[in-house]
């Protein structure tokens, strides 16, 4: 007997013993937690909106929650449709994206991110609407106007719904030109607005100078810009500011400038311009 004894391997004893201890512990574990979840009450909802606008915020949340499902304070977690509330609010125009999830304490969080508008465009007509970095529409709000680019002019694409995606080449064009613009310290501080003419051309509008700048379409923008910055840098310092009513780049590779009617240049300017190649 003690023979036979001294021949069992304890050590493996020991371990399927501990092993089946841990399974029974976690199965119990889980027991509780489940119980504990069933009965779990929802304390407080906290509402976090990231994103660089403010077309929404904790309170136009947390009104449209409770007018669709009520308060949750108070219900059990178990019973409150996470799902159908994230649904819901990924449907807003202003939220790109949403998700809730309760913590064991009994919080219930509800993280919002912003939609961000890139451009604003007023049509033709008067219809305003905004427009993201992937070309969705986003409806107006007096609420809330961000501080970004306005588009205006010639423009013929209208608004139906909100999430729309932009369908005319122009708008699409103004997109990349506000977005070019954006990269580029210099541009951000100098042009103010964007208008497209009577001929469908990009304008822009300079904070300084009353000049037409025409590029055209979104085409070859980098050379354009380059255009631009030949014409502020090399040329406007030897004529003036007020020289030429328009410059045009829209045409690769040139720099096609017209002088305002009632501007004469002086024998030095026109050895100056003479000099310069544009």
């Not at 219930?108 to 508008?117: G, T």
């Not at 905004?130 to 809330?144: A, E, N, R, S």
């Not at 995606?165 to 122009?170: C, D, E, M, Y």
């Not at 009353?210 to 030897?238: C, H, N, R, W």
Request: hydrophobic share 40%.
């Amino acid at each position: 007997m003690l023979r036979k004894l001294r021949d069992i391997q304890w050590n493996r004893v020991l371990y399927f013993t501990l092993f089946f201890i841990g399974v029974i512990v976690i199965v119990v574990i889980m027991t509780i937690v489940g119980k504990r979840d069933e009965q779990q009450l929802c304390k407080e909802v906290k509402i976090v909106i990231e994103g660089t606008e403010a077309f929404i915020d904790q309170s136009d949340i947390s009104k449209l929650i409770a007018q669709n499902y009520g308060s949750f304070v108070g219900k059990k977690i178990n019973g409150i449709p996470f799902q159908r509330v994230e649904k819901m609010l990924k449907k807003l125009p202003y939220v790109s994206d949403a998700s809730i999830h309760a913590d064991m304490d009994g919080t219930i969080k509800v993280n919002i991110d912003q939609r961000e508008a890139v451009m604003r465009v007023i049509n033709k007509n008067g219809r305003e609407f905004y427009v993201d970095p992937k070309g969705l529409k986003i409806p107006t709000t007096l609420k809330y106007i961000p501080h970004i680019m306005v588009a205006t002019g010639n423009i013929s694409e209208g608004y139906n719904e909100a999430l729309d995606t932009v369908s005319t080449t122009l708008v699409k064009d103004l997109v990349k030109v506000v977005e070019f613009i954006g990269k580029d310290e210099l541009w951000s501080n100098q042009v103010v607005q964007i208008y497209v003419n009577a001929d469908h051309d990009i304008e822009l509008v300079p904070r300084v100078g009353t000049q037409q700048l025409i590029v055209g379409s979104a085409d070859s923008l980098e050379q354009k810009f380059e255009l631009l910055k030949t014409f502020y840098t090399q040329i406007m310092p030897k004529v003036g500011i007020n020289a030429y009513g328009v410059v045009n780049v829209k045409y690769g590779g040139q720099i096609i400038c017209e002088k305002r009617g009632n501007w004469s240049f002086s024998d030095d300017q026109t050895k100056k311009i003479a000099n310069n190649t544009l």
